[in-house]
C-alpha cells in the first residue's frame, strides 16, 4: 500500500519536472529551486527508509548553502550528525532520477536489497535555511517522510550544523545535549562563558570584540540568538543580517575567500575583527585590516592551525597522552602545510574535497582537527580521548595546574559542535584561543605567511574529462595534461598548481599559488588555458 502511496502522492503533488539528470554529490542535491520539489519529496521517502534501516533517526536539511539564493538543495544526515554514508548515495540519485511511476518499484527493491524490516517505524527530523523556496520545499520532505509512515519532527528554521547537532542529539539520548534550539545554545554558551573567565595577561592585544557578516542567511538570526545566552563577555555585531540584502549576494565567507575582499556593507577599520560566515552557518572566516591598510584573510588553514596549536598546548599542559592529527586538502595554502608540519610538529593528511573525506580522515586521530581552506571544519575526539580528558579533570594524582589545563580542555570540546563544521560553534573556539594567547588578529595572523594564491573557474563541455589521483593533486586524465601542468608550475618560484572538476558545480577548479599575487595570477591563468 505505500508503494502505491508513494506513486500518487508524487504523481498530484510532486510530479517530476526535470528531464536532466541530477546526482547526490558531495554535498548532496543542489539546483534551482523551482526543479527540485520532486527531489527533495524523494529524499523524504529515503530519509525514512534510511531511518528504519539504522533503527535511528536521521536528518534532512534544506539549503544550498553559498549557493545563490535562486538555488536550493537537500542533504541527508545520518545518526551521529555526519553525511550520509556514502553507500546510499546512489539510491538517492536512483530515486530522484526515476519516473514517477516507477517510485513504487524503485522504493521496494532498495527495501529488498538493503534488508529493511518494513515493520520498524522511521524517524525523520527537517531544518531549513532562509531561503524563500525552503518552506515549501521543507513541506514536500515530511510528504514524503509521511508516506512511509515515519514520524517527522520538523524544526523549521534552523543551521546546518544545528540540525545536525539535533539529530546526533536524538540518537544518543540526550547524552551530546538537549535536542533542542535552546539546548544548543546552553551547552556552548555555557562552555564558552567559563573558557572567557578565565585570567590571561594584562598586556594582551586581544579585545572582546567583532563584527560578524551574516550572509544575509540563517547565520545572522542564529548568532543573534546565542549573543542573549552569551551576553556582555563578547560584543558581536552583525551586518548582513537579511533585512535589508539579498542572501550570499556580495557577502559570506566564500565571496570574501574567493574575491579576497571584504563584503558588502563592511567597512573596514584598523585592528578589529571580522567574520564571515556562509549561507547555512557551516563555514566562518575571518579578516581584518593590518596597519599598512592591507587586507588580510584569515581562512580555513589559519583557524585550523590556531586551534591545533593551541589544543597541543592544553594536551601536553594536562600530562595526558594523545596523539594529534590535522587534515586538510590540496586547497590549504602550501604555508600552512609547511607551519603545521615543521613548526607545530603535528602530522597532516590531504584528502579529496568534501568534508566527508576530512571528516573520515580525522576520525583516525586522538584529537582530528580538520579544516578545508574555506572555512569549514571542525575538531574530533574520540572515546579514548573523551575518557582520557574526563578522568583527568579530577585525578588526585596529578599537579593542580594539569587538572585545571584538563578542565579547560573539557569545556573546549563543549563549545565543539563534532557533527560538522559550525560557524557559531568555530567563532566561539577562535575567540577562545585568542582571549587565551592575548591576540589580536594581527598576531594571530603573524604564525605564517600565506603564500599568495588564486582560484579559477573553467568553463568546460564535459568536466568529467578530467579525473584525478593523490587527494586530487595530479591529473590522471586526460594524458598529458598533468605532464603540462607540471612544465607550467616548474617555471615559478614557489609554484604549486592543480587542476580538478568541480562537484558541486559545472565547472573545472583550478588552483595556483606562487611567490607573488601577480605569478600565482599568471600561473592560474597558463594553466586554466591548458584545461580547454
Ligand atoms: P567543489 O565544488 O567540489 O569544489 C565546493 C568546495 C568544497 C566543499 C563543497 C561543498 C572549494 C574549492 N570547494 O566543492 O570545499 O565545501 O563545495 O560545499 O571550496
Ligand atoms: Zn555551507
Redesign the pocket.
Known amino acids: 500500500a505505500v508503494y502505491t502511496k508513494a506513486v500518487n502522492v508524487g504523481k498530484e503533488k510532486h510530479p517530476r519536472i526535470l528531464d536532466e539528470r541530477i546526482a547526490y554529490g558531495?554535498?548532496g542535491f543542489r539546483k534551482r529551486a523551482d526543479t527540485l520539489d520532486h527531489v527533495i519529496y524523494r529524499m523524504g521517502l529515503l530519509a525514512a527508509l534510511r531511518s528504519m534501516h539504522k533503527k535511528a533517526c536521521i536528518g534532512v536539511m534544506i539549503t544550498a548553502?553559498h549557493n545563490p539564493e535562486e538555488d536550493n538543495g537537500v542533504k541527508l544526515v545520518d545518526p551521529m550528525g555526519e553525511m550520509l554514508e556514502s553507500s546510499w548515495e546512489s539510491y538517492a540519485t536512483n530515486l530522484a532520477n526515476v519516473n514517477d511511476d516507477d517510485l513504487g518499484s524503485t522504493l521496494k527493491t532498495i527495501i529488498q536489497q538493503v534488508g529493511i524490516d518494513p515493520e520498524v517505524k522511521g524517524h525523520v527530523v527537517v531544518g531549513r535555511d532562509t531561503r524563500p523556496s525552503s518552506e515549501s520545499l521543507s513541506k514536500a520532505i515530511c510528504d514524503g517522510a509521511e508516506v512511509m509512515v515515519a514520524d517527522v519532527q520538523d524544526y523549521d528554521l534552523l543551521s546546518t550544523p544545528q540540525l545536525h547537532y539535533m539529530v546526533r542529539c536524538i540518537n544518543t539520548q540526550g547524552a551530546y545535549g538537549e535536542p533542542t534550539e535552546d539546548g544548543f545554545y546552553s551547552k556552548l554558551s555555557s562552555a564558552f562563558s567559563k573558557l572567557m573567565q578565565k585570567v590571561r595577561e594584562p598586556s594582551a592585544g586581544y579585545v572582546a570584540s567583532l563584527t560578524v557578516d551574516g550572509a544575509n542567511g540563517i547565520g545572522a538570526p542564529k548568532m543573534k540568538e546565542m549573543m542573549k545566552h552569551i551576553g556582555t563577555i563578547l560584543n558581536v555585531r552583525i551586518v548582513n543580517d537579511g533585512s535589508t540584502g539579498k542572501l550570499n549576494h556580495q557577502c559570506g565567507a566564500d565571496f570574501v575567500k574567493v574575491q579576497q575582499m571584504p563584503p558588502q556593507g563592511v567597512m573596514l577599520s584598523p585592528g578589529h575583527r571580522y567574520a564571515s560566515f556562509d549561507g547555512d552557518a557551516d563555514r566562518i572566516v575571518y579578516y581584518f585590516q593590518d596597519n599598512a591598510g592591507h587586507f588580510r584573510l584569515l581562512d580555513g588553514d589559519k583557524i585550523a592551525t590556531l586551534v591545533a596549536g593551541y589544543l597541543k598546548t592544553l594536551v601536553s599542559a594536562s600530562g595526558i597522552e594523545l596523539n594529534m592529527g590535522l587534515v586538510q586538502?590540496a586547497?590549504a595554502n602550501g604555508s600552512s602545510t609547511k607551519y603545521i608540519t615543521e613548526k607545530l610538529l603535528v602530522p597532516v593528511a590531504c584528502v579529496p574535497?568534501?568534508?566527508k573525506h576530512l571528516h573520515h580522515q580525522a576520525l583516525c586521530y586522538d584529537i582530528g582537527v580538520y579544516f578545508?581552506?574555506?572555512g569549514?571544519g571542525t575538531v574530533l575526539f574520540s572515546d579514548t580521548a573523551m575518557q582520557k580528558i574526563e578522568a583527568a579533570g579530577s585525578d588526585e594524582s596529578l599537579t593542580a595546574e594539569q587538572r585545571e589545563s584538563a578542565v579547560c580542555l573539557k569545556n573546549v570540546v563543549d563549545v565543539i559542535n563534532q557533527t560538522v563544521g559550525d560557524a557559531i560553534s568555530d567563532l566561539l573556539l577562535v575567540e577562545t584561543v585568542l582571549h587565551a594567547n592575548g591576540w589580536n588578529a594581527q598576531q594571530w595572523n603573524a604564525a605564517y605567511t600565506d603564500l599568495p594564491n588564486r582560484?579559477l573557474k573553467v568553463k568546460v563541455a564535459d568536466r568529467s574529462a578530467i579525473s584525478t589521483a593523490d587527494a586530487e593533486r595530479k591529473a590522471v586524465r586526460p594524458e598529458g595534461l598533468q605532464a603540462a601542468v607540471d612544465a607550467t608550475v616548474a617555471k615559478y618560484f614557489s609554484g604549486r598548481s592543480f587542476v580538478r572538476p568541480?562537484?558541486?558545480?559545472d565547472v573545472v577548479?583550478v588552483y595556483a599559488e606562487a611567490d607573488t599575487q601577480t605569478h600565482a595570477d599568471q600561473l592560474a591563468h597558463e594553466v586554466s588555458l591548458l584545461v580547454f
Not at 502 to 505: D, Q, R, V, W
Request: charged fraction near 15%; charge should be negative; avoid cysteine.
Open positions: 558531495t554535498a548553502s586538502t586547497y574535497t568534501g568534508v578545508e581552506a574555506n569549514h582560484q568541480s562537484g558541486t558545480e577548479r
